[in-house]
């Protein structure tokens, strides 16, 4: 099964800023999704289909994706962006969807 | 305004059964896939289902096939998972998502656009 690896925690100091990487077999060829969960919320969309944002989401997140890993970038981090994210991608060979295992961030 | 609503979770005993339901407003549901996934206490995301805009695809996480049933009413715009032989390890929060792109062709490809609040189970006896 397809598999994508995340680093379990990512430390930034506010104002700098924050790479959170996704990699996978070949994740260059797919469509990857991130998403930020602040604790006790639902998750939320803030890159879809690589590097676009939906509307709303402050363009100091950006995303790009090639060979095996897949990027999110939050410029200017601030102190409200702490929280956890994840990436996403559809596995065509298995037919299923798989999230990374999550990145916590914490802006010190 | 998009919103997702998802009810029926509790506390259940392993092996009985529980339906989950997810009723959507704002948008037409009809036009758009919908998810189903699940975050156990402490732990990461995990998807359980997808189905396409008119049900007729359906796809499942390995660990549930068999066992989980997704479901839609188009009529009634809401989304169900039937959850049967249920066990301790699917104790989580279950969370239904909608996709980003309506009419989509595969169910499971685009982003989850808008996702509900979340309703728990917990399996235990």
């Known amino acids: 099964s397809y598999v994508l690896t995340q680093p379990p925690s990512v430390s930034v100091a506010p104002g700098k800023t924050a790479t959170i990487t996704c990699e996978g077999d070949?994740?260059?060829?797919?469509?990857v999704h991130w998403y930020q969960q602040r604790p006790g919320q639902a998750p939320v969309l803030v890159v879809y289909d690589d590097n676009d944002r939906p509307s709303g989401i402050p363009e100091r997140f950006s995303g790009s994706n090639s060979g095996n890993t897949a990027t999110l970038t939050i410029s200017r981090v601030e102190v409200g962006d702490e929280a956890d994210y994840y990436c996403?991608?559809?596995?065509?060979?298995?037919?299923?969807?798989?999230f990374g295992g999550g990145t916590k961030l914490t802006a010190l | 305004q998009q919103q997702l609503v998802e009810s029926g979770g509790g506390v259940v005993q392993p092996g009985k059964s529980l339906r989950l339901s997810c009723g959507a407003s704002?948008?037409?549901?009809?036009?758009?896939?919908m998810n189903w996934v699940r975050q156990a206490p402490g732990k990461g995301l995990e998807w359980v289902a997808v189905?396409?805009?008119?049900?007729?695809?359906?796809y499942y996480a390995d660990s549930v096939r068999g066992r989980f049933t997704i479901s839609r009413d188009n009529s009634n715009n809401t989304l169900y998972l039937q959850m049967n032989s249920l066990r301790e390890d699917d104790t989580a929060m279950f969370y239904c998502?909608?996709?980003?792109?309506?009419?989509?062709?595969?169910?499971?490809?685009?982003?989850?656009?808008?996702w509900g609040q979340g309703t728990l189970v917990t399996v235990s006896s």
């Open positions: 070949q994740i260059g060829r797919k469509s």
């Open positions: 189905i396409s805009y008119d049900g007729g695809d359906k």
């Open positions: 704002g948008f037409t549901f009809s036009r758009y896939g």
């Open positions: 996403q991608a559809w596995d065509s060979d298995s037919d299923h969807v798989v």
């Open positions: 998502a909608k996709a980003r792109v309506q009419l989509a062709t595969v169910a499971g490809y685009d982003a989850f656009e808008i």
